[in-house]
């Protein structure tokens, strides 16, 4: 069974004190690994799609990397406005037909001033 | 690009009544289109997938027969929450599917049965 754990469940930074964000995944055939950002109240905003082991993806002050069991988003110096809850998702080889996602429960990160 | 909406954002109603929400791709035509469901403080659970012009496949535990799911066209999915009950009141989220797998969402309409 297709399975996302990601660690922790929450996590409170200072600005400019960087860290990682940790997404473990089991997937029959990995198809794809997305990152998303969600504010509350809000649905969830596309940041990256990582399809191989090795592949890193950068956006601002986000970076994303994925090996063959797991998937890092690092935060570099971040800032207030960094604070949200952000989801790990997979898709494997069984949804493939349908696009279906498969989520874990999200990282909820606070960015102090 | 990648932009897909909700219509309405928010909307309250009676016990018994029938709620009907929109979701829309407004730049890309989307070959699947995806209905969620958010509690407070949780993940997002899948309720449905569908595909234009063909019927919804539904998750495991979801009735078909209270969340109808249409999908008319390749930019338009409609859900429609019939003899809606207090416990329906929920985050609802629809996402539109793209070539290359992603999923992109729209901004979620907020449910509160009365």
Known sequence: ?113 | GAVVSQHPSWVICKSGTSVKIECRSLDFQATTMFWYRQFPKQSLMLMATSNEGSKATYEQGVEKDKFLINHASLTLSTLTVTSAHPEDSSFYICSAGRTGYEQYFGPGTRLTVT
Do not use: M
């Open chain 1, 1 to 113: 069974e297709d399975q996302v754990t990601q660690s922790p469940e929450a996590l409170r930074l200072q600005e400019g004190e960087s860290s990682s964000l940790n997404c473990s995944y089991t997937v029959s055939g990995l198809r794809g690994l997305f990152w998303y950002r969600q504010d509350p109240g809000k649905g969830p905003e596309f940041l990256f799609t990582l399809y191989s082991a090795g592949e890193e993806k950068e956006k601002e002050r986000l970076k994303a990397t994925l090996t063959k069991k797991e998937s890092f988003l690092h935060i570099t110096a971040p800032k207030p406005e960094d604070s949200a809850t952000y989801l790990c998702a997979v898709q494997g080889d069984g949804s493939s037909n349908t696009g279906k996602l498969i989520f874990g429960q999200g990282t909820t990160l606070q960015v102090k001033p």
